[in-house]
């Protein structure tokens, strides 16, 4: 089972739309999904109640004790991928998700406020020797906000591709209990999110390989 953070502590910056975004997408690729809600503020919970239905599962840990069990139950129940939401701050239960992560997401919005508030988020991950990469969020059609945020982002680490655009359907699509892929199928917002999924599934799959791989050499 693979293990994905969403982590940073600025609020509004889309950690829960895009964990909702991203599990569904996910799913719809028929990986077996779990979303772990590490948020008190409930966003996941309160969609899964509008959404209905069973899957994507949705668990919610409240300790830092809980989430290593919750980790091994998934992960022995057979789930594939469990993506862990946090809250917008840098508590104890947001190290700890990160300290489980295969690879740590954290989304930014194409300003300084947010570009500064993830500092913390990555000396926490670089403690923990975690893998990470950024995700450029909200982004505006066009300007050249972009690019700036674009180049401090690179400079601090790795940006994930596409950079996710400012669109209603994401607000829409978490509004109705839905995977923006599944509100709009064909529409820009779904198209970005696809291929997001592609992006992160190919580091998850192909550089946790070769971490094992690497690991496999050494123990020889
Ligand atoms: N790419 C996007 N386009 C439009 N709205 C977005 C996008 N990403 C997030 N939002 C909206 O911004 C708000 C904050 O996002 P949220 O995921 O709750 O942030 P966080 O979980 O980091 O606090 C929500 O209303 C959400 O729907
Ligand atoms: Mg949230």
């Known amino acids: 089972m693979y293990v994905l953070a969403l982590v940073t502590q600025k609020g509004g910056s889309g950690k829960s739309t895009l964990s909702v975004g991203l599990a569904v997408a996910a799913m719809q690729r028929g990986e077996r999904v779990a979303l772990v809600e ?21 668990d919610r840990v409240a300790d830092i004790a809980e989430v290593e069990p919750m980790i ?11 993506i862990i939401d946090t809250a917008a701050t840098n508590n104890a239960l947001a190290t700890r998700a990160i300290a489980s992560a295969d690879l740590c997401l954290i989304p930014a919005r194409p300003s300084p406020a947010d ?25 505006p059609t066009r300007g050249c906000r972009l690019s700036e945020a674009a180049t401090s982002l690179n400079s601090l680490g790795v940006l994930a591709l596409p950079f996710i655009g400012q669109r209603n359907d994401h607000q829409d699509a978490l509004g109705a209990g839905l995977g923006v892929t599944e509100f709009a199928p064909e529409g820009k917002a779904s198209e970005e999110v696809v291929a997001l999924w592609g992006w992160i599934s190919e580091r998850l799959i192909v550089e946790s390989n070769d971490h094992g791989q690497a690991a496999l050499k050494t123990a020889c």
């Open 115 to 139: 570009i500064e508030a993830a500092v913390p988020t990555l000396v926490a991950i670089r403690r923990f020797n975690r893998r990470f990469a950024f995700i450029l969020n909200q982004t």
């Open 38 to 58: 590490a948020d008190a503020q409930g966003t996941i919970s309160k969609w899964k109640e509008r959404r209905g239905g069973v899957y994507p599962r949705v």
């Open 72 to 82: 091994s139950h998934l992960r022995a129940e057979g789930v594939w991928l469990a």
